[in-house]
């Protein structure tokens, strides 16, 4: 894994990369004509990756992209710490930057729940929330962190410390009513510390 490799000085490897050698992710809308011919309009000016929209808007219209970016005004490919929501209507967008040694994987949009308990097909189009695991890479530790959709300039609005390491994984997805029995969650954690003591170099 990129970031939990470690050169002779001892530091985390993404702080040594060549990060200009590697090729520049972008967020582009394309306009295909009947006659074959295009258009191509960039949305957002800086590094950009992993595009998310609501899972009932997929092959639609939709006004509002989110993804993950790097940190402030970069321009140049390095690696993925801010959290992004654009308006692909007026090109605006708002950002969150994470700490210097948290990094995100793709984030996942989860719609509110109405009453009774069944989640809208109407509303504002971001009108839910914003799932997204991080790896810290210099503690080894991850989270799960929720944020409004609507605003998520403010940060998260809540962070749930994982009992284990996570490794960075890229993808991320929400799926309704599905949950797992906390007997089974715990009988998977404890597989894994068994793993642990068999093999001291997997990480908890």
């Given amino acids: ?13 993404w702080r040594s990369l060549q990060w200009n050698e590697l090729p ?9 004509h009947t006659d074959n011919s295009f258009e191509k309009t960039p949305l957002f000016p800086h590094p950009f990756e992993m595009p998310v929209v ?5 092959g639609q219209d939709v006004r509002f992209v989110y993804g993950i970016s790097t940190r402030g005004e970069l321009k ?11 308006d692909t209507t007026n090109g605006r ?3 969150y930057d994470l700490p210097t040694d948290e990094f995100l994987g793709e984030p996942a949009f989860a719609p509110k729940m109405r ?3 069944k989640y809208h097909a109407k509303g504002p189009e971001d009108d839910g929330y914003l799932l997204v695991m991080t790896l810290n890479g210099r503690t080894k530790s991850s989270a799960l962190l929720v944020f409004d959709a609507q605003n998520i300039r403010q940060g998260p609005i809540q962070r749930f410390a994982l009992p284990t390491f996570v490794s960075y994984g ?5 799926v309704p009513n599905l949950t797992f029995p906390y007997a089974n969650v715990l009988q998977k954690f404890s597989v894994r510390r068994l793993l642990v003591l068999w093999y001291p170099s997997t990480p908890l």
């Fill in 1 to 13: 894994m990129l970031m939990m490799k470690q050169n002779a000085a001892r530091e985390p490897l």
């Fill in 93 to 95: 967008y708002d950002q």
């Fill in 115 to 117: 009453p009774k308990g």
């Fill in 76 to 86: 140049k490919p390095g690696p993925f710490q801010s959290l992004v929501k654009i």
């Fill in 54 to 58: 609501p899972a009932s808007l997929v």
């Fill in 170 to 174: 890229l993808h991320g997805s929400f």
């Fill in 24 to 32: 520049l992710a972008s967020l582009q809308r394309y306009v295909i």
